[in-house]
């Protein structure tokens, strides 16, 4: 099949297939004589199997890692155990992260019970007394690896 087919079939943008290839989690497809590349069903299954894990928020690197060991059907299934087990708390630390979030939202929330003129809008003066004060801090991410 061809890469709009394949596309279509798994409900994945073209370019997020060229990308999955470029980086190695999917094969390179097979030209054809006219250039265009040639997708089979391993394919569609493998990029599934990707898609699943995207679902699950795992990482390119980890997605990498787990399918270098379901291509190893014989190995022990140990290092899969320990990957999951690293990415639920990585998702533990994410859902606390939410719920702080969700906390400081409602506080900031709070500061306008009703409507107001914008210059005495509660919501409106916290974020700009706290971007005034605030310093840039580096985004917390997950672990390492592509999004």
Request: proline share 5%; net charge neutral; with cysteine.
């Amino acid at each position: 099949m061809r890469i709009g087919d394949l596309a279509e079939s798994t409900g994945t943008a073209i370019e997020t297939i060229r990308f999955y290839e470029r980086e190695g989690l999917i094969p390179a497809a097979q030209r054809a004589e006219n250039n265009y590349r040639m997708y089979t069903p391993a394919h569609a299954e493998r990029l599934a199997f990707i898609r699943h894990c995207r679902n699950l928020d795992m990482t390119l690197d980890e997605i990498r890692t787990l399918l270098r060991l379901r291509d190893a059907p014989l190995q022990d299934c140990g290092e899969v155990n320990a990957l999951l087990d690293e990415h639920i708390g990585h998702v533990n630390h994410r859902i606390r992260e939410l719920r702080t979030l969700q906390k400081d939202l409602k506080a900031l929330r709070a500061r306008c019970g009703t409507p107001n003129a914008i210059e005495q809008c509660g919501i409106l003066n916290e974020l700009d007394t706290a971007a005034a004060q605030s310093t840039p801090a580096p985004p917390h991410r997950h672990i390492r690896g592509t999004h």
